[in-house]
């Protein structure tokens, strides 16, 4: 007779992060021809493949941050002007252990010391945060773990990737790069020993898969690193003061504090020297860069493209120094050094102005120069705010920047509706840059359902030019990718 005492059903409490359209959906589902408004352009053939943080259990603590979630990979194949979707949960080693036990076993945001002591020393990540595809291969990415491989048919997991054990680091950055020119991908990691420490790993993966090379410089203070910059020329980081600490964490406090008494500086490294090469910049004023558009090099200048903000993540980190201080609204900047100069200063502009978040260009272009810069937004000309989530103000509208015009135009989702980020298709491996299709799943709040819709990305104010719809919800996710048909295997 089995022994073990039994566990009461699940029942999420009633937090923000599991309330209305950030419910949990758990659901791992194939639906094939899904139903489409409009028609799906034939070129468009490949997978849409994104990540989310689905939590497969309630809280073990009771409460939770959304960044805690199980990671959820949603796909959406398209061939032939049909949709196909298919959703599963990464198998990490969490969701194994939990699925087991029927019941949460990993308690808050990257803190052992609040696990179940059955598990101790086992793997908490949760592969929630990104999708990335390179040479070959599916990898799902969250930035306190190393990557998990996953088959690009079946979404079924294969397990640890770790680069054939070259991949040093514990933990592997979410937000990886792509040098289109040369194939290789450029990732980092930090808190590299699974921990807070200082240390930050830059490592190089050649176009054929193989981790061939990696630098380690140390950051003035152990802090979140999100993401980065890669130019053809250089490497460069915006580290902020999203501290972390091994003693706060072992008290119970949120693993991350914002802490305004510190700088913000950027460390720029050259891609062929390396870390013998860094050197550091200062920032005027204390903020955050969120997210990275691009980098490209102007002659002897650098220039960093991103969505920052003059305070940091704080309603979901608070200030240990002014807990009472608000979070602001993230603007993209371009940030401009001059690498013949002596001073630790650069020059700062905005990019345009509006506010936005998961900033996307064309992915031929990554590390050069581009012109066509594409974002989630908020335009209340055109609709009002809809209910905080989470995550915050949801966005209402698809943003795009044409540079080349100094223009810029927004795709409104209509009501209740809240796009997610946008992915960047180009119409053909030879098309002009920009000339392709927006791709961005969109939260019908008021039916509880989800929608994939395709913007041609010249004119997203025109309109979609097809909505598939989902007949469910998706739970919201953060990143996504696209893998053209005739990479993928089968
Ligand atoms: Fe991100």
């Given at each position: 007779?089995?022994?073990r005492?039994?566990?009461?059903?699940?029942r999420?409490?009633d937090?923000?992060?599991?309330?209305?359209?950030?419910a949990?959906?758990?659901?791992e589902?194939?639906?094939?021809?899904?139903?489409?408004?409009g028609?799906i352009?034939?070129e468009?053939?490949?997978?849409?493949?994104?990540?989310?943080?689905d939590p497969?259990?309630?809280?073990?603590?009771?409460?939770?941050i959304f960044?805690n979630?199980?990671g959820?990979i949603?796909?959406?194949?398209?061939?032939?002007?049909?949709?196909d979707?298919?959703?599963?949960?990464?198998?990490?080693e969490?969701f194994?252990l939990?699925?087991?036990?029927?019941?949460?076993?990993?308690?808050?945001?990257?803190?052992?010391f609040?696990?179940?002591?059955?598990?101790?020393?086992?793997?908490r990540?949760?592969?929630?945060?990104?999708?990335?595809?390179h040479a070959?291969?599916?990898l799902?990415?969250k930035?306190?773990s190393q990557?998990?491989e996953?088959?690009?048919?079946?979404l079924a997991?294969?397990?640890?990737?770790d680069?054939a054990?070259?991949l040093t680091?514990k933990?592997?950055?979410?937000?990886?790069?792509?040098d289109?020119?040369?194939?290789?991908m450029i990732?980092f990691?930090?808190n590299?020993e699974?921990h807070t420490?200082?240390?930050?790993?830059?490592h190089?993966i050649s176009?054929?898969?193989?981790?061939?090379?990696?630098e380690r410089f140390?950051?003035p203070y152990?802090?979140?690193v999100?993401?980065?910059h890669?130019s053809q020329r250089?490497?460069?980081?915006t580290?902020?003061?999203?501290i972390?600490d091994?003693?706060?964490v072992r008290?119970g406090?949120?693993?991350?504090?914002?802490n305004s008494?510190?700088?913000t500086?950027?460390?720029?490294?050259?891609r062929?020297?390396?870390?013998?090469?860094?050197?550091?910049y200062?920032?005027?004023?204390?903020?955050m860069?969120?997210?990275?558009?691009?980098?490209?090099?102007e002659g002897?200048?650098?220039?960093?493209e991103?969505?920052?903000?003059?305070s940091g993540?704080?309603s979901?980190?608070?200030d240990?120094?002014?807990p009472?201080?608000?979070e602001l609204?993230?603007?993209a900047?371009?940030?401009?050094?001059?690498?013949?100069?002596p001073?630790?200063?650069?020059?700062q502009?905005?990019?345009f102005?509006q506010?936005?978040?998961m900033p996307?260009i064309?992915?031929?272009?990554?590390?050069?120069?581009?012109r066509q810069?594409?974002?989630?937004?908020?335009n209340?000309?055109?609709?009002?705010?809809?209910?905080?989530g989470?995550?915050?103000?949801p966005f209402?509208?698809i943003?795009h920047?044409?540079?080349?015009r100094?223009?810029?135009?927004f795709?409104y989702?209509?009501?209740n509706?809240?796009?997610?980020e946008p992915c960047?298709?180009?119409?053909?491996p030879?098309?002009?840059?920009?000339?392709?299709?927006l791709?961005?799943?969109?939260g019908?709040?008021a039916?509880?359902?989800?929608d994939?819709?395709?913007?041609?990305a010249?004119?997203?104010?025109?309109g979609p030019?097809?909505?598939?719809r989902?007949p469910?919800?998706?739970?919201?996710g953060?990143?996504g990718?696209w893998?053209?048909?005739?990479?993928?295997p089968?």
């Amino acid at each position: 007779m089995d022994s073990r005492p039994m566990s009461a059903a699940p029942r999420f409490p009633d937090l923000l992060i599991h309330r209305g359209y950030a419910a949990p959906a758990r659901m791992e589902v194939d639906v094939y021809d899904l139903e489409v408004d409009g028609e799906i352009p034939r070129e468009l053939a490949g997978c849409y493949y994104r990540a989310s943080a689905d939590p497969q259990y309630p809280p073990r603590l009771g409460t939770d941050i959304f960044l805690n979630g199980d990671g959820m990979i949603h796909s959406v194949r398209l061939e032939n002007g049909h949709a196909d979707l298919k959703t599963r949960y990464v198998r990490t080693e969490k969701f194994k252990l939990e699925r087991a036990a029927r019941r949460a076993l990993f308690g808050a945001y990257r803190n052992p010391f609040t696990d179940d002591p059955a598990v101790a020393g086992r793997n908490r990540g949760t592969a929630n945060t990104s999708v990335c595809w390179h040479a070959g291969r599916l990898l799902a990415l969250k930035e306190d773990s190393q990557p998990i491989e996953l088959d690009p048919r079946t979404l079924a997991t294969r397990g640890t990737f770790d680069f054939a054990g070259a991949l040093t680091s514990k933990t592997f950055t979410a937000h990886p790069k792509i040098d289109p020119v040369s194939g290789e991908m450029i990732a980092f990691a930090y808190n590299t020993e699974g921990h807070t420490s200082t240390g930050i790993e830059i490592h190089f993966i050649s176009a054929s898969g193989e981790l061939t090379r990696t630098e380690r410089f140390e950051a003035p203070y152990a802090s979140m690193v999100h993401d980065f910059h890669v130019s053809q020329r250089s490497i460069a980081f915006t580290l902020y003061p999203m501290i972390n600490d091994w003693e706060r964490v072992r008290n119970g406090e949120p693993f991350f504090h914002w802490n305004s008494t510190l700088p913000t500086v950027v460390a720029v490294i050259p891609r062929a020297e390396g870390v013998r090469g860094i050197r550091w910049y200062r920032y005027p004023g204390i903020g955050m860069a969120t997210h990275s558009f691009n980098s490209w090099d102007e002659g002897p200048v650098l220039h960093l493209e991103q969505f920052f903000t003059g305070s940091g993540w704080l309603s979901q980190f608070p200030d240990i120094r002014d807990p009472s201080a608000r979070e602001l609204p993230p603007f993209a900047k371009r940030w401009s050094f001059d690498l013949t100069s002596p001073s630790e200063e650069f020059a700062q502009a905005a990019l345009f102005d509006q506010i936005g978040e998961m900033p996307v260009i064309d992915p031929r272009y990554l590390t050069q120069r581009a012109r066509q810069y594409f974002f989630g937004t908020i335009n209340t000309d055109l609709g009002p705010m809809l209910e905080w989530g989470p995550k915050g103000p949801p966005f209402t509208c698809i943003g795009h920047f044409d540079e080349a015009r100094g223009a810029t135009s927004f795709y409104y989702a209509g009501r209740n509706s809240a796009p997610e980020e946008p992915c960047f298709v180009p119409r053909s491996p030879a098309a002009p840059e920009g000339d392709g299709w927006l791709l961005t799943m969109v939260g019908r709040r008021a039916e509880n359902r989800t929608d994939l819709v395709i913007l041609d990305a010249r004119a997203v104010g025109a309109g979609p030019v097809a909505t598939i719809r989902m007949p469910c919800r998706l739970h919201e996710g953060f990143h996504g990718t696209w893998v053209p048909l005739e990479q993928l295997p089968g």
